[in-house]
C-alpha cells in the first residue's frame, strides 16, 4: 500500500496560483501513474490531471488545460499540481491517487486508483 500525504492547498483570489504537492511512500514510486482529483460539494469526484511513472505523459481534463500542470520528482517521490489562473469553479478538495500498476497506461478515472491521499482544501475567492 502507497501511503500519500498531500500539502500546499489554502485559500487563493481568483486569477492567484496554488503548488499543491503530493508525498508518497513506496519503492515503485517512479513506475507508477500518479493523478490528481478533486470534489467539490457533490458526490462527484472528479478528474483533474495524471502523469505516467517516467513522467513523459501528461492528461488533464479539459476544465483546467492550460491553466494546471502536473509533474513529478521520483527522486523525491513527489507529484506536483501547479494551479495558475484560478477559478471560483476550482474551489475544491483536491486529492492525490496512486495507480500500484507497474508502468500500465495512466488511469484517468478515480476507480481505477487504488490508493489516496487525505485531501488539501483549494478555496479561491472571487
Known amino acids: 500500500q502507497v501511503q500519500l500525504v498531500e500539502s500546499g492547498g489554502g485559500l487563493v483570489q481568483a486569477g492567484g496560483s496554488l503548488r499543491l504537492s503530493c508525498a508518497a511512500s513506496?519503492?515503485?514510486?517512479?513506475?507508477?501513474?500518479m493523478g490528481w482529483f478533486r470534489q467539490a460539494p457533490g458526490p462527484e469526484c472528479e478528474f483533474v490531471a495524471a502523469?505516467?511513472?517516467?513522467?513523459?505523459?501528461?492528461y488533464y481534463a479539459d476544465s483546467v488545460k492550460g491553466r494546471f500542470t502536473i509533474s513529478r520528482d521520483n527522486a523525491k517521490n513527489t507529484v506536483y499540481l501547479q494551479m495558475t489562473s484560478l477559478k471560483p469553479e476550482d474551489t475544491a478538495v483536491y486529492y492525490c491517487a496512486a495507480d500500484r500498476a507497474l508502468f500500465g497506461r495512466v488511469p484517468v478515472t478515480s476507480t481505477e486508483y487504488d490508493d489516496w491521499g487525505q485531501g488539501t482544501q483549494v478555496t479561491v475567492s472571487s
Open positions: 502523469i505516467s511513472g517516467p513522467g513523459r505523459s501528461t
Open positions: 513506496g519503492r515503485t514510486f517512479s513506475r507508477n501513474a
